[in-house]
């Protein structure tokens, strides 16, 4: 069953307080309902981890914009993710600078070092390994994203220590 | 005399100046000029006479584009000024260097374009992944009101203006103008039909223009130095300065504002450093990854808009990717295709089908599955996805790389086929 149908069989979450109000703030920017849509995804993103079906169908009833066309915003962008990730998501570039800088061999470590390939997250919720369009930052090639941090110049050594970083952190 | 307008504040080991230094090292001039008289009309003008043009891929003259937004009593008061900063083209390393390193020239430029299409909201459509230029540019913007550069009457000019910065989720199809649009307005980012074209139908229907981040850095200088200023920068039949960047397996890669018209061996050479030891150079996109291929043979062309063109590629961004000659060209545009399967909105069947088919082409060369139908299907793609085929430029850009990949490396294509494995890996 496609996630359209199942999440109409659900029924809204409650807000939080705290995303009601980082939405409310959005809507001032905006001439009307329909443009916070993205923003709300990302705001309950932020709160949640990942955008569930409960809060798909909140989002929708809050803003008034139908469960289809914000369901088409959410599967659109790279960013929004529909299932759960874990506390790190890995936003590895694959793109064609890194590619010739040779991210195909960090991606091989990632995945020795972790378990885990694109798509996938480690069974102890630790990491979530996505490929990401490239970064924009092609002279320090190869890059990644670990949450909000970009890691540039990726050694196979390098990548051990960002890894261990954010394990420590959690 | 100021030679690097767009990087004279830039010092990437600091923070970027705060609004004071960036004031006192003649930040905010233009506006204070504008303030001193300068009609809109008067602004528009000079952009005209600059010869700027749009530096996120089109190369459309700027002065030309605003003056498509109607203006006058029976135009709609409403209008929209967009700054795209959704940098997502493979190999494009520029607006960030710009929004992270100086805020300030973005939104002293931000208020000169405004100003001239008379908008009194401004949205900067950012990437979501660029989170330091967020940080940068909401702490300038937020100081920019302080000083009364946003706002309500902006230096007595009567003008009102509030700058908004929209973060987005990570789409290439964002960074066609009216895809952007769209994404703006919540919707799924699919490009428009054209027309109309957003200057007179744009961003909630009303008037908007949309330019690249680059393009509205060049703006202050303009004002503040003059046209005959900014026509002496140049080397080459375009004017001004632009940021070429190098990446690759290249000495020192790296991003530099230079004049237009130098010519390319120099970025490569005296900038870049020349390649890595041991490795030659075999082909380079110049303007990211949705540019033609070029040649060694190509390095004494000026970079310059109509130079390029007439080898038959696109200056474009100007941030080069140099292939290697120990590099499988083969798989370096398959992983260019990937990237346009990935990113195809979907929206029209060519590009919705046949960049995926392309794609799966690909993976069976770098198997040692490819065949000479394959290529053919492959060369049939350069057609079917080219300009005029699809409803936007995505798959058109795609045909770049594949084109001109297939014309200078048709003997590693064929060498995929004859030995049923990638030659370069060893």
Redesign the interface.
Same mark, same amino acid.
């Given at each position: 069953m496609s996630n359209i149908i199942a999440s109409t069989a659900k029924r809204a979450r409650k807000l939080t307080e705290v995303e009601v109000e980082e939405i409310e703030h959005e809507m001032e *920017?905006? =001439? $009307?309902k329909?443009?916070? &849509?993205?923003e709300a *995804?990302?705001i309950v993103q932020k709160h949640q981890g990942w955008v569930s079906d409960e809060s798909m169908l909140a989002i929708s009833k809050y803003l008034d914009?139908s469960i289809g066309?914000l369901e &088409? /915003?959410a599967t !659109? !962008?790279? *960013?929004?993710y529909r299932r759960p990730v874990g506390r790190n998501v890995i936003?590895f570039c694959?793109?064609?600078?890194c590619?010739?800088?040779g991210c195909k061999t960090m991606r091989t470590h990632i995945n020795n070092k972790l378990g885990i390939d694109f798509g996938e997250t480690t069974q102890d919720g630790d990491f979530t390994f996505l490929p /990401? =369009?490239?970064?924009? $930052?092609? $002279?320090?090639?190869p890059v990644m994203?670990v949450g $909000?941090d *970009?890691h540039r110049n990726l050694t196979k050594d390098g990548i051990d220590q960002i890894i261990t970083s954010y394990k420590a952190k959690d | 005399m100021v030679v690097k307008p767009l990087t004279k504040n830039i010092d990437m080991s600091r923070p970027p100046l705060d609004i004071s230094a960036y004031e006192n090292n003649d930040g905010y001039q233009s506006i204070k000029a504008i303030a001193g008289g300068l009609s809109p009309a008067d602004v528009l003008q000079i952009v005209k006479d600059s010869g700027l043009k749009g530096r996120g891929g089109a190369g459309f003259p700027t002065g030309l584009k605003w003056s498509f937004v109607p203006q006058g009593d029976n135009s709609p008061s409403q209008k929209y000024f967009v700054v795209n900063g959704d940098e997502m083209e493979p190999g494009t390393f520029k607006d960030r260097l710009l929004m992270e390193g100086d805020p300030h020239l973005l939104i002293e430029g931000i208020i000169i374009g405004a100003y001239t299409i008379q908008a009194n909201t401004a949205y900067i459509f950012l990437r979501g992944e660029y989170k330091v230029s967020e940080r940068m540019l909401k702490k300038a913007i937020s100081e920019a009101y302080t000083k009364g550069y946003l706002g309500k009457n902006i230096q007595g000019t009567g003008f009102n203006l509030d700058i908004i910065v929209h973060t987005s989720a990570g789409r290439y199809i964002c960074g066609e103008e009216t895809a952007l649009l769209n994404a703006l307005e919540g919707k799924r980012a699919n490009p428009r039909a054209k027309p109309p074209f957003p200057q007179v139908s744009g961003l909630w229907g009303k008037p908007t223009i949309v330019n690249n981040v680059e393009t509205v850095c060049n703006l202050p200088g303009i004002i503040t130095y003059g046209v005959n200023w900014y026509h002496s920068l140049t080397k080459g039949n375009d004017h001004g300065t632009k940021l070429f960047g190098i990446s690759g397996k290249i000495k020192r890669p790296g991003c530099w504002e230079l004049p237009l018209g130098i010519p390319i061996r120099e970025l490569l050479e005296d900038y870049g450093g020349g390649m890595r030891d041991g490795l030659g150079l075999r082909a380079f996109l110049p303007g990211g990854g949705s540019t033609d291929f070029m040649l060694p043979e190509h390095l004494d062309i000026k970079l310059d808009y109509d130079e390029i063109a007439k080898v038959g590629s696109r200056l474009a961004t100007g941030t080069m990717i140099l292939l290697d000659d120990q590099t499988c060209p083969v798989g370096m545009v398959g992983n260019l295709m990937k990237f346009f399967a990935h990113e195809s909105c979907g929206f029209c069947t060519p590009c919705r089908d046949g960049l995926p088919w392309v794609d799966e082409i690909f993976n069976e060369f770098e198997s040692g599955r490819g065949t000479e139908k394959d290529l053919g299907i492959l060369h049939e793609h350069v057609d079917y996805l080219g300009p005029g085929r699809t409803f936007c430029a995505l798959a058109p850009g795609a045909t770049a790389p594949l084109g001109s990949g297939l014309k200078y490396f048709s003997e590693d294509f064929k060498k995929h086929i004859k030995e049923k494995r990638c030659p370069y890996e060893h």
């Open positions: *920017l905006y =001439p $009307d329909q443009a916070v &849509g993205l *995804l990302k914009i066309d &088409g /915003v !659109f !962008f790279n *960013l929004v936003l694959n793109s064609v600078s590619w010739i800088m /990401v =369009p490239c970064l924009g $930052d092609c $002279d320090r090639a994203m $909000d *970009l | -």
